[in-house]
């Protein structure tokens, strides 16, 4: 952080310098740290916005469901449940093969 505003405030005064007005080292990091201040105020407003709109474009229709997605939604979870239960299964005959139960 120390780095950009050092890398700010000589930008400020190699500006300031050729423009033809030679302003103060004081009046020049003050000046690179308004215009820092701005930039980090913009990309604030900027990303605020840009997140906000993401969410809020539109309100999903709740008596009219997309039912090819809640048939993929529900099977998805049946399936992996059903690999649960097989992997336990499994896992159970395998214990009890290995500690001489069956």
């Given at each position: 952080?120390n780095?950009?505003?050092?890398?700010?405030?000589?930008?400020?005064?190699?500006s300031h310098?050729?423009a033809?007005?030679?302003?103060?080292?004081t009046e020049?990091?003050?000046s690179?740290?308004?215009?820092?201040?701005?930039?980090?105020?913009?990309?604030v407003?900027?990303?605020?916005?840009?997140s906000?709109?993401?969410?809020?474009?539109s309100?999903?229709?709740?008596?009219?469901?997309n039912w090819?997605?809640v048939g993929?939604?529900f099977?998805?979870?049946?399936?992996?449940?059903g690999?649960l239960?097989?992997?336990?299964s499994?896992?159970?005959?395998?214990?009890e093969?290995?500690?001489?139960?069956?």
């Amino acid at each position: 952080m120390n780095q950009a505003f050092q890398a700010l405030k000589s930008i400020a005064v190699y500006s300031h310098s050729q423009a033809g007005g030679i302003k103060s080292s004081t009046e020049a990091a003050v000046s690179a740290k308004m215009t820092f201040s701005r930039l980090l105020s913009r990309a604030v407003l900027i990303n605020r916005a840009g997140s906000r709109s993401a969410f809020t474009s539109s309100k999903t229709d709740t008596t009219n469901p997309n039912w090819l997605q809640v048939g993929l939604a529900f099977g998805t979870s049946a399936f992996i449940w059903g690999l649960l239960f097989k992997q336990h299964s499994t896992d159970v005959h395998e214990y009890e093969v290995k500690k001489g139960l069956q």
